[in-house]
């Protein structure tokens, strides 16, 4: 199935590793250009390397911090100085830490607001106007399968990512009329560093291994595994297609099975 994707410029952030870049890989496999973002520089770059390698496209690695502002604007910048334009935006940053609510303090939760909503917000602040110039975009949020079903540990997440939904939402119905769909997606289990070092923190708690605690994961899902990042990029994919066109507003968990509500 042609998703209508050659030719597309997207910026995915946070895409060094884990569903950032399996997004960015099956974006470009799709015969988008791509924009990839991330702190760590060399990491980046090898990401950028290894797309650019198995799918032949068009890559540009920019480092920078997405909960800093200028970076963001730099980001936006320097993608449509190389490509012209924006036509996709996938935000996502790395989650905040597991703990209880008597391990934080409200700096830790304006730091997890800063990095899982204000973030969102402002990329899409930034790379909207150049959307709404061609009447066309896709903006897909990476949140988390705790924004709709909190997870007991995560209650910085549960908090901030829930936020972002509800950003999300609501600009779904405010840029729709400029041909912009926008979307969310909602993370499980998936075999990611990010997935081991939650598992790590579970472990070193009640004494057990890493791998114990990742195959209670898998075992407490209907599916009876865990995900693969390029499950999740086929979806992200899909909801920045031509394709998905009339899909927008939503917020779709992929997830094994995790989710318990009807709705």
């Known amino acids: 199935m042609d998703l209508g994707l050659k030719g597309k410029v997207a910026i995915v952030a946070a895409a060094s590793s884990g ?5 960015a ?13 991330a702190r760590n520089s ?23 911090d997405v909960t800093n502002e200028e970076d963001i604007r730099g980001l936006i910048a320097e993608t449509k100085e190389r490509f012209g334009s924006v036509d996709i935006l ?25 990095l899982n909503l204000i973030s969102t917000i402002t990329l899409c602040q930034e790379a909207i106007p150049l959307m709404k110039e061609k009447g066309w975009g896709r903006i897909v949020g990476v949140t988390s399968i705790s924004a709709k079903q909190p997870v007991e540990y995560l209650i910085l997440s549960n908090t901030a990512r829930a936020g972002a939904l509800g950003y999300l939402k609501t600009l779904s119905q405010q840029i729709g009329a400029f041909g912009i769909t926008v979307n969310a ?11 081991r070092q939650l598992a790590a ?24 595994r865990l995900g693969q990042p390029e499950e999740f990029a086929a979806l992200v994919a899909f909801l920045c297609s031509e394709r998905a066109g009339y899909v927008t507003g939503t917020a779709i968990q992929i997830d094994g099975g995790q989710y318990k509500g009807l709705f």
Not at 19 to 23: D, E, I, Q, S
Not at 185 to 190: D, E, N, Q, R
Request: include cysteine; proline fraction near 5%.
């Open 201 to 224: 923190s579970s472990a070193d708690k009640e004494g057990i291994s890493v791998e114990a605690v990742l195959s209670r994961n898998a075992a407490s899902l209907p599916l009876k």
């Open 185 to 195: 997606v909602c993370p499980g289990f998936h075999v990611t560093e990010r997935l």
């Open 19 to 23: 569903l950032g870049k399996a997004t």
């Open 90 to 114: 996938v935000t996502n940053a790395g989650g905040p830490p597991s703990g209880s609510y008597t391990d934080f303090t409200a700096a830790d939760y304006r730091k997890a607001v800063e």
């Open 25 to 37: 890989m099956e974006l470009a496999a799709e015969g988008a250009k791509v924009t990839i973002n």
């Open 42 to 64: 060399e990491q980046l770059q090898r990401a950028a390397a290894e797309i650019k390698s198995a799918t032949n496209a068009e890559v540009l690695a920019i480092p920078g």
